[in-house]
Each structure stands twice: as C-alpha cells, then as structure tokens.
C-alpha cells in the first residue's frame, strides 16, 4: 500500500538523514527503483512529473502499476508516489487518482496567492490522508517548461508557507535544476540554517540533487533537509549505459535487439545510482 511521506520524513529528520525522491519515467525505472529500495532496506519516494505523468498516459496509469509492482515485486518498505511540481489542477488530479503525496508548486504566483491555494490543496489532501509539499523561493534550471532563476528563499515567507499546514517544505537554496554549471556558487547554508530555525520541525527537501557535493548533501541534511529529489543524475546513467550497449554493437548480437536486453545495462544504471545516493543519504536500512 502506498504511504505518504509525511511519517518517513519525520522519522529521517529525526534521524539526521534524507529520503530520496527519484522521478521515474516508464516501467524499468519505477521497477528498478522500488527493487533498490527494497534491497537497501530503505524508503522512497516516487516522483511524477506532470510531464512524466501524461507520457505514461495519465496519473492513474503510474498509481495503478505501482501498486502492482508492489505485489508482484513483493516490496514491503515505505513507497509514495508523490505529485513533483504539481499545478493547481494537476495536484487535484493527482489527488483523484490516487498519489499518496503531492507537491503544490505555487512559486510562481504572488505570495498571497500562493497561501490561498495551498491552503485550499492542504485541507483537501490531509482530508484523505495525502501529504503536501509546497515551494517557495523558485527553484533554478528548468522543469517540465517551467524556467525558474534560482533565487535563495525568504525565510519569513517559509514561515508563512509552513504555518499553513503543509507536511514537508522545499525552499531554494541556490539550489537548481538539471546539470550545475561550472560556475556555481554553492549552496547558500546561512540562509538554509534561518529557515530551519523558522520552520523547525518541518522537514525540508533539495530539489536539484544532481551534482551537488557529497559534502554539501551532508551538510543540508545536517541542517534539516529530509527529502532529496533527484532525476536527472538517473537519466544520464541510463543513457551513457545504453549508450555503451549500443556502441558496442550488442543490440546486432543474437537476440540483442529484445528490449528486455536492450534497456536491461540502463535498468541496471538506475539501480546502481539509486543505490549510491541512498547510501549517501543516510536511508539505507531505515525502512
Ligand atoms: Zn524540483
């Protein structure tokens, strides 16, 4: 049965470690995600798109083979599938269809108006037992079309957003999405550091996981960071993977062309980053 993530993450902050979200994309991701999960005895979080959602045909599609895959894959560690950069009307049909999480991203509207809604989402989701992350502060790099600049959020208005019942709460951080470029300036930890003191006990999630630091990732999750979204790290891996098997001529070998071989070295890409970044984050064995 798929949980919200609002007793995982409560566990992690207290334990001083970080659950990751992993956005999946088909079914060799979602299976080799929830596998890993279950081998590193850790919680996950399944991170939907509302682009990766339309692409495997619709949220009740992704809620329905989850929890299929949690039968037939016998997986008994916490799983949530969990709405990632929802709008308004994407989280309520999340919530329709089933997620056991969403996140409200209303960054881009007016404070006010940002409250109003997630207000309206958060009564709706805790009515059925759904947990909700809101954002604030727009988080850099590019995500489904939306361009965010990166800013490093007020710590007042985190305030402002966590007191409105929200489980978990993303803020930018300098923080973006997709590959960092070389120039980046890090993440911003006194700001961090404020707005874990404004919102304490909530927990917090970095978004944009892909190529920041291990030392960094430690030292946020020291700061309070409980949720780690990452996705692009996992596309590379099961790209460069399939990229190899290609390369060296395998999918013209025999029956190398079979798709149950010719995605089975980026599966296994997946699954070996997954694992490196639970055990990085802390979460392995805390199922
Ligand atoms: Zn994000």
């Known amino acids: 049965m798929l949980v919200s993530v609002t007793e995982m993450l409560k566990k992690a902050k207290e334990g001083k470690y970080a659950v990751g979200q992993f956005n999946i994309n088909n079914l060799e991701w979602t299976k080799a995600i929830l596998l890993t999960a279950q081998e590193c005895n850790s919680p996950v979080i399944l991170g ?3 682009g990766a959602g339309k692409y495997m045909t619709g949220f009740k599609t992704v809620v329905n083979m989850v929890n299929g895959m949690l ?10 599938v969990h709405l990632d950069h929802g709008s308004y009307q994407g989280a309520l049909d999340a919530i329709d269809a089933g997620f056991s999480s969403i996140m409200f991203d209303g960054s881009h509207y007016p404070i006010d108006e940002n409250i109003e809604k997630t207000k309206e989402l958060v009564a709706l989701a805790n009515s059925k037992g759904i947990s909700v992350e809101a954002e604030v502060g727009s988080i850099g790099g590019e995500e489904d079309g939306v361009v965010g600049a990166g800013e490093v959020a007020d710590p007042a208005e985190c305030k402002m957003i966590a007191d409105l019942g929200v489980d978990i709460l993303a803020a930018g951080i300098g923080n973006i999405h997709g590959k960092y470029p070389e120039n980046w300036q890090g993440l911003n930890f006194e700001v961090l550091e ?8 909530m927990p917090l999630v970095l978004h944009g996981g892909t190529g920041i630091p291990e030392d960094m990732i430690k030292r946020a999750i020291s700061l309070g960071v409980s949720k780690i979204n990452v996705n692009t790290e996992c596309q590379l891996a099961f790209a460069a993977a399939t990229r190899k098997y290609v390369e060296a001529g395998k ?37």
């Open 71 to 80: 039968e037939g894959l016998k997986i008994t560690v916490p799983v949530a």
């Open 194 to 201: 404020e707005i874990s003191r404004a919102t304490h006990p």
């Open 251 to 287: 999918d013209l070998e025999g029956k190398g062309f079979d798709p149950r071989k010719l995605l089975a070295p980026g599966f296994e890409a997946i699954k070996a980053t997954v694992k490196e970044k639970m055990e990085l984050f802390g979460s392995v064995g805390k199922a």
């Open 48 to 50: 939907v798109s509302e």
